[in-house]
T-cell receptor, first 117, second 114 residues
Framework: AQTVTQSQPEMSVQEAETVTLSCTYD???????LFWYKQPPSRQMILVIR??????QNATENRFSVNFQKAAKSFSLKISDSQLGDAAMYFC??????????????FGKGTKLSVKP | ETGVTQTPRHLVMGMTNKKSLKCEQH?????MYWYKQSAKKPLELMFV???????ENNSVPSRFSPECPNSSHLFLHLHTLQPEDSALYLC?????????????FGEGSRLTVL
């Protein structure tokens, strides 16, 4: 079975600085997708960024980028120029590429990010 | 209006009560999900509905009973719950079960079982 591990329960960053959140996963599949979701204090979880395993290029969305190391099964999220609104719980998630009942998200426990003004 | 709306936002119930959580999505999606979010634990998938048909029941106790009357509405009926069932229950939707499909979440219903 696939697992997702986020080893940092809490992180803190100074406003305008850069922070990296770690995520590792375990799978025997070759086709899969990885996601970072953000859950602000209002609790509505939103997608931050997505990475297809077959793509070697790291995904980027504005100030958010990932470092996808397929061999190491590592998928870290880098937030540049941190803003107060980035404060939230961040969840790493895995989804099999084979669809059906295997196609549902497996989440890590989350990392709580605080941003200091 | 948010894409996925959950009601009530907060619910307190005794172990013998019967209550229901409601989820509604206005995004034209075909798949809907119930997740349980407990402190210090990963989100747990409970149920999946695709085109109103249940496609996943992740070994959830029968005291949780889902209902999906149409692709826009999803209910979670609660009966004789236990204190350990206290958690945040999140509803989500997506465009079918396509593997690249993004999940859109509601704000959740905070359930406390006394």
């Amino acid at each position: 079975a696939q697992t997702v591990t986020q080893s940092q329960p809490e992180m803190s960053v100074q406003e305008a600085e850069t922070v990296t959140l770690s995520c590792t996963y375990d799978t025997s599949e070759s086709d899969y997708y990885l996601f970072w979701y953000k859950q602000p204090p209002s609790r509505q979880m939103i997608l931050v960024i997505r990475q297809e395993a077959y793509k070697q290029q790291n995904a980027t969305e504005n100030r958010f980028s990932v470092n996808f190391q397929k061999a190491a099964k590592s998928f870290s999220l880098k937030i540049s120029d941190s803003q107060l609104g980035d404060a939230a719980m961040y969840f790493c998630a895995y989804r099999s590429g084979y669809g059906g009942s295997q196609g549902n998200l497996i989440f890590g426990k989350g990392t709580k990010l605080s941003v200091k003004p | 209006e948010t894409g996925v709306t959950q009601t009530p936002r907060h619910l307190v119930m005794g172990m013998t009560n019967k209550k229901s959580l409601k989820c509604e999505q206005h995004l034209g999606h075909n798949a809907m999900y119930w997740y349980k979010q407990s402190a210090k634990k990963p989100l747990e998938l409970m149920f999946v509905y695709n085109f109103k048909e249940q496609t996943e029941n992740n070994s959830v106790p029968s005291r949780f009973s889902p209902e999906c009357p149409n692709s826009s509405h999803l209910f979670l009926h609660l009966h004789t719950l236990q204190p350990e069932d206290s958690a945040l229950y999140l509803c989500a939707s997506s465009l079918g079960e396509r593997v690249t499909g993004e999940l859109f979440f509601g704000e959740g219903s905070r359930l406390t079982v006394l």
